[in-house]
């Protein structure tokens, strides 16, 4: 089914693909297999594209849809993505629209208009309009160059999100049988992919995967007792950075978000019951960086293009592998470092496997559910290289060390737990098997519980037997020997723990079991080596190039990131273009945008030189704090006292500044009289500036500092008039 050879295109196309590359969307340069996609589609051939979040994917059909001459349809099935995308092509003046449920029959009518005339290059749609038969005829009479499957992984039983009408797709596609498919996901197992090939009924396709390591997130797994104070101080070595908090259910969402307020922090909850505006509202604010923690349930994330999101906290598992990947894969877009934690527990399984159970779905599909679950249960546990198992689990196998999740950084050290593992057996044994696992660590470190006292469980033997150890850790090993199968959670029990068919051999000595030690939960250290946050790109500038982002994203009514991403602006600091040539050049840049936004852009940055200079000619950081200081209103006594620093000296860091240029006012530390009695000496001393000679000169005493400042007024005016 896998055709391997691609025939290559004529080298005139391949150099109109990067001349559109560059021309419309900025960049230099194709990625990773882009290049090969786009010549195997445009040479009529069908291809399955499996590529992580934030790969690309979209270039590889947008490219090929501007190099062709009719239509490439594209079928995507968020809708919020949708138009984000569609925004984003206009914002670099490509004809693009979409139809979907949002549309008013205004809106439709001129998608339709602009079809007819010819215009549009690429229609994104929903499956389900897709498949109505009056768009299937309407469209088999236009000149349709690529239909695009988005989230293509939806066509499967295996993959993460089955929709059953992308299996409805094959209506449209096969009207259209002569038109080459590109089916593009960012998850799916071997058996997805394999299946999306056959359900989308792709012909001899190309399976292009590119690597689904993501090297800049840091991957952690903490059982999640504690979860609420482990996030805490995370947050406190964390300060400032943005992230999104993932939970089960909605209730959690809230109940975290309202936590997150009263520590302080700039959170919101999010999730499918609250209203559409609260929800953009939400949406943008975190875009804009003015809320800095979404609290979310997997509702949250779809469509979400905010390059800057620093860490991924899973309050609850996640519901397999899949929905992990993709929803870490939201952290650090734009290259830096970003951190992801997961924590697990019991309970939460416990919980999916109610859902898939009590779901009416088909048993194969529950019986892939489960099976799914256990995998992200694994991962949990696994003691070897948790980016390894992920990559496994997508099909690209590898054992190298990955060196950037707790696994490979801090590797957990293992010691031999049979005594511990005896005398938890112990009690389970004593309590009939009757006993949960939190109980089980209760009796063990004689809590006093109230239940242990009503069931009369103090007068087990064991009872207090492991009191030398604390709760957390009792917890952290109950789990180890549950996942070696020393003991089972009998989940059609209240979760008792239950015998194996191990136990009774490592009660009486007969085997030995392994555990490991619950690791400090310090963040794991790791050197950022990322572009971006150790490089020297100026903070300043990029604050003000997003000041006039925000603006303008205001004045288009549209996101700011449309206008240009943060990565785009961050360049943009760090090499401070001079003219628009060189803007030209920075990453993100099409020549649409450089037309409408270059001119603006150069300005901002040669003001900010120039001040710059201004700032650098006054020698020294002692000056700036100063400035600092007094812009945000402290007088120079304040200031003074604040930096202990002399009165004197903060009035000549101020006289200074303000005689280079800064734009300071420097009025409201004088009144009228003075400036007006100064004035006077001055004229007097015959415009000699030093304060000393002109003091002589007046009559009443006026500290030395005002004169100072009335003489820098006064130099400074007569300047302006000269
Ligand atoms: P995906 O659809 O795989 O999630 P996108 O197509 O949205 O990813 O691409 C993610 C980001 O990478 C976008 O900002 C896109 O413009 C950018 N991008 C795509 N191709 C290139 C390239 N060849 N060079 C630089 N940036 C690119």
New binding site residues.
């Given amino acids: 089914m896998i055709n391997p050879k691609t025939r290559s295109l004529p080298s005139e196309l391949t150099d109109r693909l990067r001349q559109t590359?560059q021309k419309v969307?900025g960049?230099?340069?194709?990625?990773e297999y882009?290049l090969e996609i786009m010549q195997h589609v445009l040479s009529g051939k069908d291809a399955l594209v499996i590529?992580?979040?934030?790969?690309?994917?979209?270039?590889?059909y947008?490219l090929p849809a501007l190099v062709s001459k009719g239509l490439t349809l594209v079928i995507s099935p968020l809708i919020a993505l949708m138009s984000d995308?569609v925004a984003?092509l206009r914002a670099n003046n490509v004809p693009a629209s979409f139809i979907n449920s949002t549309l008013t029959n205004q809106e439709k009518k001129k998608v339709f208009l602009d079809l007819e005339k010819g215009i549009t290059k690429l229609l994104y749609i929903s499956p389900e309009k897709a498949v109505i038969q009056r768009f299937i005829q309407y469209i088999r009479n236009k000149k349709i160059d690529l239909i695009a499957i988005d989230e293509a992984h939806c066509v499967s039983i295996w993959g993460n999100d089955f929709r059953p009408v992308y299996a409805q797709l094959t209506e449209l596609t096969s009207t259209l049988s002569k038109t080459p498919m590109m089916a593009?996901t960012?998850t799916a197992d071997r058996a997805t992919q394999l299946d999306i090939c056959e359900k989308l009924r792709l012909r001899n396709p190309r399976i292009f995967l590119s690597s689904f390591e993501r090297k800049n997130i840091q991957i952690q797994v903490r059982p999640a007792q504690g979860r609420m104070q482990q996030i805490q101080s995370f947050l406190r070595e964390h300060k400032g950075q943005a992230g999104i908090i993932y939970c089960l259910s909605r209730k959690s969402t809230e109940e975290v978000a309202e936590k997150l307020r009263g520590f302080g922090y700039r959170a919101a909850h999010y999730h499918a019951e609250i209203s559409s505006e609260d929800r953009k509202r939400i949406q943008e604010a975190f875009q804009k960086d003015e809320l800095q923690i979404v609290c979310a349930t997997i509702a949250f994330g779809m469509g979400i293009?905010k390059s800057n999101v620093r860490w991924i906290i899973h309050y609850n598992l996640p519901k397999n592998i899949e929905s992990y990947y993709q929803e870490i894969g939201r952290a650090g877009?734009d290259g830096a470092m970003a951190q992801a934690i997961l924590f697990y527990n019991f309970h939460d399984i416990n919980v999916f496997r109610r859902f898939i159970d009590d779901s009416e779905a088909s048993i194969e599909f529950r019986n892939v559910q489960h099976q799914k679950l256990d995998r992200i249960w694994e991962f949990t546990q696994a003691s070897s290289c948790r980016t390894n198992l992920i990559l496994n689990y997508f099909g690209e196998y590898r054992n190298t060390d990955c060196m950037h999740c707790d696994n490979c950084i801090r590797p957990p050290k293992g010691f031999d737990g049979t005594f511990y593992t005896q005398q938890a057996l112990a009690v389970c044994q004593q309590g009939d098997q009757k006993l949960n696992l939190g109980l089980i660590a209760d009796i063990l470190r004689a809590s006093g519980r109230k239940e242990i006292y009503d069931r009369g469980l103090q007068r087990l033997n064991n009872y207090g037997a492991g009191r030398d150890i604390s709760r957390l850790d009792w917890l952290h090993y109950l789990t180890q020997m549950v996942n070696q199968g020393v003991m089972m959670i009998d989940y059609t029990d209240h979760s008792h723990l239950k015998f194996t068919s191990l136990s009774l051999d490592i009660l009486e000595g007969r085997k030995k079991v392994k555990l490991t030690r619950p690791v400090n939960f310090k963040a794991p250290i790791v050197q950022d080596k990322s572009p971006g946050k150790n490089e020297s790109f100026n903070e300043n500038l990029f604050k003000l190039l997003k000041d006039w982002r925000r603006d303008q994203a205001a004045k288009e009514k549209m996101p700011a990131y449309i206008i240009l991403?943060d990565?785009v602006l961050k360049e943009i600091a760090k090499e401070r273009p001079a003219t628009l040539l060189d803007l030209i050049n920075i990453?993100?840049i099409g020549e649409y945008k450089l037309e409408k936004y270059g001119r603006e852009i150069i300005k901002i940055i040669q003001e900010y030189i120039q001040k710059q200079d201004i700032l650098k000619n006054v020698k020294g950081q002692s000056k700036l704090q100063t400035l600092k200081l007094f812009q945000e209103g402290y007088d120079p006594d304040k200031i003074a006292s604040e930096r202990q620093l002399k009165t004197a000296t903060v009035y000549d860091h101020l006289i200074e500044l303000y005689s280079k240029g800064e734009n300071i006012d420097l009025h409201p530390l004088i009144s009228k009289r003075i400036l007006h009695e100064v004035t006077e000496g001055w004229r007097l001393a015959k415009n000699i500036n030093n304060a000393a000679t002109v003091a002589e000169f007046i009559l009443t005493p006026i500290p030395l500092n005002k004169i100072k400042v009335a003489l820098a007024i006064i130099n400074k005016e007569n300047r302006g008039k000269g």
């Fill in positions: 590359l969307f960049y230099d340069q194709f990625r882009q590529m992580p979040t934030g790969g690309g994917k979209s270039m590889c947008q995308q984003n593009l960012a293009d877009r991403n990565r990453s993100g």
